[in-house]
């Protein structure tokens, strides 16, 4: 086992690896517009998860998942050697559904900015239910005491 602060670094430095390579070695067509958001490796240094997003058509998708899957040796490859330990950790690609979360979290927002909006809407105007002045004042001492 490795402190996590090294793990973190081990993983920044595959993070970038694959993010080049991706860029400038992969030629596959079927290979769409990726971005590599995370990578995350396990405490014993065995196992690295990337995680990555695609733009464009569903079936796109799934042909840049097929790519990396295909790709996946040389890349590790170049992972073991460009980190320089040991053992070259087995990578997993696993689709970042970041933006998937952020436009649900969105569509969320503006019904409830909607609710709010109606239940103003329908606050215009209203009356209180009781006196206007629910607090009961002091009693006035005569002044002539």
Do not use: C, W
Not at 6 to 16: F, L, P
């Amino acid at each position: 086992m490795v402190d996590a602060a090294r793990a973190r670094k081990i993983a920044d430095r595959i993070q970038r690896v694959v993010a080049e390579m991706l860029d400038r070695r992969i030629k596959d067509p079927r290979l769409g517009f990726v971005t590599v958001t995370d990578a995350r490796i396990t405490a014993d240094l065995r196992d690295a998860t990337v995680y990555y997003t695609v733009f464009g058509t569903p079936e796109e998708k799934a042909g840049t998942s097929a790519a990396l899957e295909s790709a996946k040796g040389v890349i590790r490859s170049e992972v073991g050697r460009q980190t320089g330990i040991r053992h070259t950790p087995s990578l997993t690609f696993v689709v970042d559904e970041v933006q998937e979360n952020a436009q649900h979290i969105e569509e969320l927002l503006a019904k409830a900015r909607q609710a709010d909006a109606e239940v103003a809407q329908r606050a215009t105007g209203a009356q209180p239910a009781g006196e206007p002045d629910p607090y009961k004042a002091p009693r006035a001492e005569d002044e002539d005491e």
